[in-house]
């Protein structure tokens, strides 16, 4: 047979055999897809999520290291400072009448610079009174003075007054950020407080604040100074007595605003004046003065406060509360300890 002719019923037959595919796998899929039920959609229930509890708890500063309460005051409130050794051939480190006497009139918290050299010396004397250590630290030996104090003193400040003269508030920070935390590992007891200005600088605090906070470095407490009656008389005086009050209140309102809730506050040196002889010290007005000072930090709340200063020969002896080579006390000392009796717990 001629090849030619039998060509055309080849094809006719692929053909028939592709129909026959095609009606077979289309019928196959029409009815599978028959089979196959419609997906249902369910219906929509609206579900009211239970309210998340709130996971912010509200900080509550945690008390000083020995801070307890007295008649509703802080113990810590009936401190004092023990300054340079250097200013007096007489001091509370080498006259055992100074120390009796800071004993007897029962001071609770002695601020005193620490350096590498003296900081044994200075603590054991603090230690024989009977006092808590509050110690003022510098960057240079900072590390050294905490590592061999251990937990004989858990309260210090960094450095003195940046803002008389110091580094400026970006230093002060700086110094602050870099070595606190390495402080804090190796005395995860002790408070460390700042900034230490000179009066209630509410800027300095501020930036200061503002700096450590963005470190995650905050301190325990917040401190400054104050002297409420310098360039003023006897009969001036009286009128500044709330400035107390007035300070604490701009701090608080400032460590609030900064922070986003309150911080301890220390006024870790006050007196009548700053000045040298401003200080009536041997005049009867300051037991007055003492007196009122004292009942002013204790309504304003503050947690810690020193008298500046002991026996040191400060201000050329205006500013001691105790003779440093008699250890006699100043009439400031006796309302100081008539303070302390008032509130201190009698059991």
């Given at each position: 047979?001629?090849?030619?002719?039998?060509?055309?019923?080849?094809?006719?037959?692929?053909?028939?055999?592709?129909?026959?595919?095609?009606?077979?796998?289309?019928?196959?899929s029409?009815?599978?897809?028959?089979?196959?039920p419609?997906?249902?959609?369910?219906?929509?229930?609206?579900?009211?999520?239970?309210?998340?509890?709130?996971?912010?708890?509200?900080?509550?500063?945690?008390?000083?290291?020995?801070?307890?309460?007295?008649?509703?005051?802080?113990?810590?409130?009936?401190?004092?400072?023990?300054?340079?050794?250097?200013w007096?051939?007489?001091?509370?480190g080498?006259?055992?009448a100074?120390?009796?006497?800071?004993?007897?009139?029962?001071v609770?918290?002695?601020?005193?610079?620490?350096?590498?050299?003296?900081?044994?010396?200075?603590?054991?004397?603090?230690?024989?009174?009977?006092?808590?250590?509050?110690?003022?630290?510098?960057?240079?030996?900072?590390l050294?003075?905490?590592?061999?104090?251990?937990?004989?003193?858990?309260?210090?400040?960094?450095?003195?007054?940046?803002?008389?003269?110091?580094?400026?508030?970006?230093?002060?920070?700086?110094?602050?950020?870099?070595?606190i935390?390495q402080?804090?590992?190796?005395?995860?007891?002790?408070?460390?407080?700042?900034?230490?200005?000179?009066?209630?600088?509410?800027?300095y605090?501020?930036?200061?604040?503002?700096?450590?906070?963005?470190?995650?470095?905050?301190?325990?407490?917040?401190?400054?100074?104050?002297?409420?009656?310098?360039?003023?008389?006897?009969?001036?005086?009286?009128?500044?007595?709330?400035?107390?009050?007035?300070?604490?209140?701009?701090?608080?309102?400032?460590?609030?605003?900064?922070?986003?809730?309150?911080?301890?506050?220390?006024?870790?040196?006050?007196?009548?004046?700053?000045?040298?002889?401003?200080?009536?010290?041997?005049?009867?007005?300051m037991?007055?003065?003492?007196?009122?000072?004292?009942?002013?930090?204790?309504?304003a709340?503050?947690?810690?406060?020193?008298?500046f200063?002991?026996?040191?020969?400060?201000?050329?002896?205006?500013?001691?509360?105790?003779?440093?080579?008699?250890?006699?006390?100043?009439?400031?000392?006796?309302?100081?300890?008539?303070?302390?009796?008032e509130?201190?717990?009698?059991?």
């Open positions: 047979m001629d090849e030619r002719k039998k060509s055309p019923s080849i094809f006719l037959s692929i053909a028939k055999v592709a129909i026959v595919v095609y009606v077979l796998f289309t019928g196959y029409s009815s599978v897809s028959r089979i196959v419609a997906r249902l959609t369910p219906p929509v229930v609206k579900v009211t999520p239970s309210p998340i509890p709130s996971l912010h708890v509200p900080y509550v500063p945690r008390p000083l290291p020995g801070q307890q309460k007295w008649s509703g005051t802080s113990s810590l409130l009936f401190g004092a400072n023990d300054a340079s050794w250097d007096s051939s007489q001091n509370m080498n006259n055992p100074v120390r009796a006497t800071v004993k007897s009139a029962g609770t918290v002695i601020r005193t610079p620490l350096t590498s050299k003296d900081a044994l010396q200075r603590v054991a004397v603090i230690e024989e009174i009977g006092a808590r250590c509050l110690g003022i630290l510098r960057p240079q030996d900072a050294q003075v905490v590592q061999m104090l251990g937990q004989r003193c858990n309260l210090y400040e960094w450095e003195n007054e940046p803002d008389n003269g110091g580094p400026n508030v970006t230093a002060y920070s700086h110094t602050w950020n870099q070595h935390p402080l804090r590992a190796i005395n995860s007891h002790a408070a460390f407080i700042g900034p230490v200005v000179a009066y209630g600088d509410i800027s605090i501020q930036r200061f604040l503002q700096l450590v906070k963005a470190a995650g470095n905050l301190p325990d407490a917040v401190s400054y100074h104050l002297y409420p009656c310098t360039d003023q008389s006897i009969e001036t005086c009286p009128q500044h007595f709330e400035d107390y009050t007035q300070v604490a209140q701009q701090v608080k309102k400032a460590v609030t605003q900064t922070v986003g809730y309150s911080l301890p506050l220390a006024v870790t040196e006050w007196n009548y004046s700053w000045k040298p002889g401003q200080t009536p010290h041997n005049d009867a007005f037991q007055n003065f003492t007196t009122s000072s004292l009942q002013a930090l204790a309504k709340g503050i947690a810690l406060a020193n008298q200063d002991l026996a040191s020969n400060a201000g050329y002896g205006s500013l001691d509360m105790i003779n440093p080579l008699t250890g006699m006390p100043y009439p400031q000392l006796v309302a100081f300890q008539a303070m302390i009796e509130y201190k717990p009698h059991t």
